[in-house]
Nanobody, 121 residues
């Protein structure tokens, strides 16, 4: 009933930039929270950045000052601008949305399919 489609990602050299986007569609009433997480093999998925409906954003310490999260509420889309990328940023990046559906009132979380970000040294 709700789909998240990610785009962006790819291969970049250390110090470079990449931009990710994630568009939510389907039976959406409101999106309370959108965020980006990442995972490397053998490790737990970790929060990169999240932004709530009022616009307040939160970042992992490892990306503060380098990554910027933003959202376009009219398009139900969240973005992640990643600058000064480091090899340790290499991971699969997942988008997450916490959604109140049109059949409300409860909220559910949905995940995107993931997109690979690879930073070469």
């Amino acid at each position: 009933q709700v789909q998240l489609v990610e785009s962006g990602g790819g291969l970049v050299q250390a110090g470079g930039s990449l931009s990710l986007s994630c568009a939510a569609s389907g039976s959406i009433s409101t999106i309370n929270d959108m965020g980006w997480y990442r995972q490397v093999p053998g490790k737990q998925r970790e929060l990169v950045a999240r932004i709530i409906s009022g616009g307040t954003s939160y970042y992992a310490d490892s990306v503060k000052g380098r990554f910027t999260i933003s959202r376009d509420n009219a398009k139900n889309t969240v973005y992640l601008q990643m600058n000064n990328l480091k090899p340790e940023d290499t991971a699969v990046y997942y988008c997450k949305a916490v959604v109140v559906r049109t059949d409300g009132p409860y909220q559910y979380q949905y995940w995107g399919q993931g997109t690979q970000v690879t930073v070469s040294s």
